[in-house]
């Protein structure tokens, strides 16, 4: 009798339904025999601009070093990033995306037994990582699609050892403002750790939404999650970053894998960050594309959650996935989202005009059809 590996898993892992990302675009053409370079990926909040000049060249230069095992400790990308913001590469923890980040936070501090708060309609890892260690997932209903930040504290008892901020969050694109996060972290426990995922904050410019550097210095329970994944244009090769204190920064390092970011990550990473006329280009294609799928959406009489990321979540006023379904046949792929309890919307990512004005005319024909 063969034994049933499943039921030898821990009890959080059986229960995990693994993380569904967006459909490829080489899945979609094998599936429906369409042309690869037809089909239009709106699904993963990917930034369309492709990577900048300075990050190829940057990954050419370091090809020649592919038999050498990356630097470990990401000494030259800590020490840009601990120059761009002024803190010591010692408060920087690297990640294989931020993702990474998230899991070292969730296997460094909770265990069964102990709670993990976030936001109902929340980025969906937050909830794996917590199950997977065995821990409970409190997830608290949101307010106007976003974190209801009262709410949250309130959830807060004495077996709780993390909270998760979204801001922007992901898939809803809500935000919360300077004053909202000043009073919250004054009124979180000491103890608890509050983990502040930024991985959409380059695309918010203005006084809206809280840099979450400001708060670092006050709060030493405060951790900040980064990525280069979105606006910086890299999110094939999966680098992330978590800014803390120097302590946690030290815990997170104990349970890190060695070599977790690899060395065209780490070199293309450095690029990005020396490249700010991509990050501004980024910004700027990203505002207008979000205006122009807004108008569009108006004009098709479609409803949608106001967003500062880099995507939007639309709402149909029926169950979204055969809207969904017809969109691949069209050759346009977004995101569906009835998992994280949103049946009715899709998540459109912000493309390039073109790409934009794709969906739109696909979603016209697909909506005609009723």
Known sequence: MSCDFLAQALPGVQKLSPYVPGKPVDELARELDLDPARIVKLASNENPLGPS????????????????????????????LAEHYGIQASQITLGNGSNDILELVARAYLAPGLNAVFSQYAFAVYPLVTQAIGAEGRAVPAKSWGHDLDAMLGAIDQSTRIVFLANPNNPTGTWFGPEALAKFL???????LVVLDEAYIEYAEGNDLPDGMAYLAAHPNLLISRT????????????????????????????????NVNSLALAAARAAMSDTDYLIQSRHANDHGMAQLEEGFRKLGLSWIPSKGNFIAVDFAQEAAPIYQALLQQGVIVRPVAGYGLPTFLRISIGTAEENTLCLEALAKVLSRG
């Open 53 to 80: 000049l300075k990050v190829i060249e940057a990954i050419q230069a370091e090809l020649k070093e592919l038999t050498r095992y990356p630097d470990g400790n990401g000494f030259e990308l800590k020490r840009a």
């Open 186 to 192: 004054q009124a979180v426990p000491e103890h608890i």
């Open 228 to 259: 280069f994944s979105k606006a910086y244009g890299l999110a094939s090769l999966r680098v992330g970053y978590a800014i803390s204190s120097v302590t946690i920064a030290d815990v997170l390092n104990r349970v890190r894998q060695p070599f």
